[in-house]
């Protein structure tokens, strides 16, 4: 970064502090290995672990009642050794079911078979530009932060095109164009754990959320809905927040625009609107969304519902929350087929099959990443490292008095801040979870909190890393309107958004879950009692 660069960033001795320090945590992070090495290494080093830590009989009280599945006679977790003859048995016998049995595994493609018809017939694209377009001059910020909370549903979506059109939108109406991608940035990775819809990230953390809770309680079971009511509330909180902030804060200190900032020719800016085609066809797909709404609803919600529980009637631990992920590829495929007919992207079965050939042909590296993921997460639990672990670590809570509500503000801080390094917010979860989970499982608070919890920290400082795997192609397209923008400018303008949503954020969550004691998700508790 040159010196005019980091003096447009910064502009004072305590943002400069900070661009350094952001420098620091990029290169740190350059020397960290790729996400699939460090599970391979994380994996070998559990075995070992376990070896060295047997050796020195390394145990810990269990806590759990007497009788639970899984806890030892005299009530002492021991360290198993997976460097001997047994261990070595086990882990060649179990390492392909390991990773087929995954829980995040099947469900994550299953819903993104559904998802990748909506995106390639094009549902999803017009759907974003008309909520963004029609929208009024007054509304037309929090429509774009709003929109591009919604576009995680459809992975890169929101990156490819939402943002650079969010530019183009503030353009054409006489706003600073950078204060348009910042917004839609806001939305898109900033508000990344908020949306409407559960998407395809939501049944993958609640997969290493479960593997984690059985390392505790083998018979837990946490379904990709484990955060939807949080997350919905979230999104419109975070889309107010990102409005305010873009208004307030970033569009009056980025001022007027000049077009002789711009690296090229900008021209007349242009949007394309929608055609009559897809307008009918969002009209469509809206209409068929609408029937299986209503169609859900009369199988859920009466008492006599089919897709109730067969034996207590509630929707608690029914079919259809242990089925979500069905209905999850239900509406998004057939109302995406439906708008492809429409406007002539899907004219045969070839293409629907074709769409989501696509999107699974896009997740080699997520299987290859799993498949270690996996590998790790089975051996830290038959280790039982995972679970001494745990147990010693929630001794030590107790002992220094953090079992209140406010641990979680050190919990969302701590994910926030490791984010910084590590941006991917499965890999992440998936070393966070085997030790955090069981931990304050035993301190007293449900799995399903302590995920909401760390989706926020994984979500808000997205903005400011250059770790995050898009922060470059954001920077290639804030770079067409400013020629000089360097890296700390990109990080000056988004860090108000970071500060607000981390702050805000986390009073939200302490507000609903402890104030309010709502349900971040349907039936999902607030508090973990071990049976018995």
Excluded at 286 to 313: D, K, N, Q
Excluded at 333 to 353: E, H, L, N, Q, S
Excluded at 399 to 412: C, Q, S, Y
Aim: glycine residues 10%; charged residues 10%; proline residues 5%.
């Amino acid at each position: 970064m040159s010196a005019s660069d980091n003096k447009s960033a910064v502009g004072s001795g305590k943002r400069g502090w900070f661009t350094r320090f952001l420098d620091t945590v990029e290169f740190l992070g350059n020397l960290l290995p790729h996400p699939v090495t460090l599970f391979a290494c994380f994996a070998l080093a559990v075995v070992l672990g376990s070896g060295i830590a047997a050796y020195f009989d390394v145990s810990a009280i269990d806590p759990r009642p007497e009788g639970t599945a899984g806890r030892a006679a005299d009530g002492v977790i021991r360290v198993v050794n997976l460097v001997s003859v047994d261990g070595l048995q086990r882990i060649v016998s179990n390492l392909v079911t390991n990773f087929t049995s995954f829980p995040p595994l099947g469900v994550v493609l299953v819903a993104l078979l559904g998802v990748s018809i909506a995106e390639h017939s094009g549902l999803i694209s017009a759907a974003m530009r008309g909520l963004v377009m029609g929208a009024s001059k007054r509304m037309v910020t929090v429509t774009i932060v709003f929109a591009g909370i919604i576009s995680n549903t459809a992975s890169e979506l929101g990156y490819v095109v939402l943002i650079p059109m969010a530019a183009v939108i503030f353009h054409s109406l006489g706003r600073h164009p950078l204060a348009g991608l910042a917004a839609a940035f806001a939305g898109v990775s900033g508000g990344y754990s908020a949306n409407l819809f559960i998407g395809t990230v939501d049944p993958l953390l609640a997969g290493f959320t479960q593997s984690a809770a059985n390392l505790i309680d083998p018979n837990y079971t946490v379904g990709p809905e484990a955060n939807w009511f949080f997350m919905i509330v979230s999104t419109f909180f975070i889309a107010g927040l990102g409005a305010f902030v873009t208004e307030k804060i970033v569009e009056p200190k980025l001022g007027k625009y000049d077009v002789s900032e711009a690296a090229i020719d900008l021209g007349k800016p242009e949007l394309e609107k929608l055609s009559t085609e897809e307008k009918r066809g969002l009209k469509a797909a809206g209409l068929a969304f609408l029937a299986l709404g209503i169609l859900l609803a009369i199988s859920v919600v009466p008492e006599w519902g089919p897709l109730r529980h067969p034996e207590t009637g509630l929707v608690a631990g029914s079919p259809f929350l242990k089925g979500i992920v069905v209905f999850i590829f239900i509406t998004f495929a057939i109302p995406g087929y439906i708008y492809g007919r429409c406007v002539g992207t899907m004219k045969t079965d070839r293409d629907v099959i074709n769409a989501m050939a696509k999107s699974i042909s896009s997740m080699g590296l997520y299987i290859v990443l799993v498949f270690f993921a996996a590998q790790f997460v089975a051996f830290f639990g038959w280790s039982n490292l995972g679970s001494i672990l745990a147990v010693n670590g929630a001794t030590l809570l107790q002992d220094i008095g953090l079992t209140g509500p406010g641990l979680f503000f050190f919990f969302i801080g701590m994910c926030a801040l490791v984010n910084l390094s590590l941006g991917s917010a499965s890999a992440q979860w998936a070393i966070f979870a085997p030790i955090f989970v069981p931990m304050l499982m035993i301190v007293g608070y449900s799995p399903e909190v302590i995920q909401a919890a760390y989706r926020i920290g994984d979500s808000v400082t997205n903005l400011i890393t250059p770790m995050m795997s898009y922060f470059g192609l954001i920077l290639a397209v804030a770079s067409r309107y400013k020629k000089d923008l360097g890296i700390g400018t990109l990080i000056a303008t988004m860090l108000p958004y970071t500060l607000v949503f981390f702050v805000g954020w986390t009073l939200l969550f302490y507000v609903w879950v402890f104030v309010l004691q709502l349900p971040v998700g349907p039936g999902s508790p607030t508090y973990y009692q071990f049976a018995g």
